[in-house]
T-cell receptor, first 116, second 112 residues
């Protein structure tokens, strides 16, 4: 069965620290997509990144970077030099495609608190 | 481009009532999906609509239903509300040929 596990429920860091959010997934599909979303207190899920199963290159976008490793079924997210504005709940998700429809399977989320 | 919009943002109902939530996707997007978010169950997929047809449905009772109009706007309806239906309901839209879903701000439903 498809499953996404975010074992870290809450992480608290001091501003400017680096922090890594872990994501482990399970799927039987050979073609799949992984996502990270950020949910600030306002509630809206903000799209951060999409990675397909054939592209294991790491990606960096400003202070954000993602490490995708198929061998360990992990798609971890690192924030470098964290800022207070990074405080939010972060969700990792796996896209399950079936019969031309797309369904996201979410992990339980990691609440990140960045203290000044 | 304007993002996904959802109305209303907040709603309070009592048990047994029904409710209709609305979602307008990003212009040009024809796929709309709905998700329920609760503290206990997390984010769960409700259903997806594409070109006015339901493409997929999550594991929810028949009290949860939806539809999509020709302009891609979507509504979801919950009948005979229960306390456990209190949740944040999120709508997401997706463009053709992509699987990235963009979410709206959500409708927070409270059932008393």
């Amino acid at each position: 069965a498809q499953k996404v596990t975010q074992a870290q429920t809450e992480i608290s860091v001091v501003e400017k620290e680096d922090v890594t959010l872990d994501c482990v997934y399970e799927t039987r599909d050979t073609t799949y997509y992984l996502f990270w979303y950020k949910q600030p207190p306002s509630g809206e899920l903000v799209f951060l990144i999409r990675r397909n199963s054939f592209d294991e290159q790491n990606e960096i976008s400003g202070r954000y970077s993602w490490n995708f490793q198929k061998s360990t079924s992990s798609f971890n997210f690192t924030i470098t030099a964290s800022q207070v504005v990074d405080s939010a709940v972060y969700f990792c998700a796996l896209s399950e495609k079936g019969d031309s429809s797309y369904k996201l399977i979410f992990g339980s989320g990691t609440r990140l608190l960045v203290r000044p | 481009k304007a993002g996904v919009t959802q109305t209303p943002r907040y709603l309070i109902k009592t048990r047994g009532q029904q409710v209709t939530l609305s979602c307008s996707p990003i212009s040009g997007h024809r796929s709309v999906s709905w998700y329920q978010q609760t503290p206990g169950q997390g984010l769960q997929f409700l259903f997806e609509y594409f070109s006015e047809t339901q493409r997929n449905k999550g594991n929810f009772p028949g009290r949860f239903s939806g539809r999509q109009f020709s302009n891609s706007r979507s509504e979801m309806n919950v009948s005979t509300l229960e306390l456990g239906d209190s949740a944040l309901y999120l709508c997401a839209s997706r463009g053709l040929g992509t699987d990235t879903q963009y979410f709206g701000p959500g409708t927070r439903l409270t059932v008393l």
